[in-house]
């Protein structure tokens, strides 16, 4: 079964770059029907995605966050990462790591179905 | 962006009751609609996709319906697990979108 694990500093100074790691085990990143993921909340609120990497390394990001994120994989540990750079209040909150698999069954179907326990960061000085 | 839309910020239901959750999309999305439930300090967990398709281990009293732009999450009698925020999110395109979040709360 798959268990994905977020690691990181709870704490970044404002305008410097959070970075986290999630770990994965009971899996593989080579399931081509499988995008690894980095969704955030800030406290009381709605969920955000991020982005995600492939495993063939190639990324999506979401418009919003104004091309401050990188994601990557790194097989050779398991794990893959997130960078956010220039941080500010507003990136206060807590991040998941998620996978999000594609399933075909006469229609294509996506759905987050694992996901990690979440870590908070919050940013302050 | 595919903004989605929780009208109800919370629900007041009685243990055994029924619940109705609605979700809208800004756009057509089709059935390319997912459902999640969140308790507190807990990861979301997936409970529909294909807007009506129970996850593996998702109880029956768990419904989706919808397609285009309108959505319902049922919960058809309410147990005191069933307590908890729930999220729709659509697939349609990228970025992912969630709604706001619907909290289910004993009334």
């Known amino acids: 079964q798959v268990q994905l694990q977020e690691s990181g500093p709870g704490l970044v100074k404002p305008a410097e770059t959070l970075s986290l790691t999630c770990t994965l085990s009971?899996?593989?990143?080579?399931?081509?029907?499988?995008?690894w993921n980095w969704v955030r909340q800030p406290a009381g609120r709605g969920l955000e995605w991020i982005g995600h990497?492939?495993?063939?390394?190639?990324?999506r990001y979401n418009p919003s966050l104004k091309n401050r994120v990188t994601i990557w994989l790194d097989t050779s540990k398991n794990q893959f990462s997130l960078t956010v750079n220039s941080v500010t209040a507003e990136d206060t909150a807590m991040y998941f790591c998620?996978?999000?698999?594609?399933?075909?069954?006469?229609?294509?179907?996506?759905?987050?179905?694992?996901w990690g326990p979440g870590t908070l960061v919050a940013v302050s000085s | 962006e595919v903004e989605m839309t929780q009208s109800l910020a919370t629900v007041s239901v009685s243990p055994g009751d029924r619940a109705t959750l609605p979700c809208r999309a800004s756009q057509r999305i089709s059935i390319n609609l997912a459902w999640y439930q969140q308790k507190p300090g807990q990861s979301p967990r997936l409970l529909i996709y294909g807007a009506s398709i129970r996850a593996t281990g998702v109880p029956a009293r768990f419904s989706g319906s919808g397609s285009g732009t309108d959505f319902t999450l049922t919960i058809s009698s309410l147990e005191s697990e069933d307590f908890a925020v729930y999220y729709c999110?659509?697939?349609?395109?990228?970025?992912?979108?969630f709604g706001q979040g619907t909290k289910v709360e004993i009334k």
């Open positions: 009971g899996g593989s990143f080579s399931n081509g029907n499988s995008y």
């Open positions: 999110q659509q697939y349609y395109e990228w970025p992912r979108t």
């Open positions: 998620a996978r999000e698999t594609y399933h075909y069954d006469n229609n294509g179907y996506y759905f987050f179905d694992s």
């Open positions: 990497v492939k495993p063939s390394g190639t990324t």
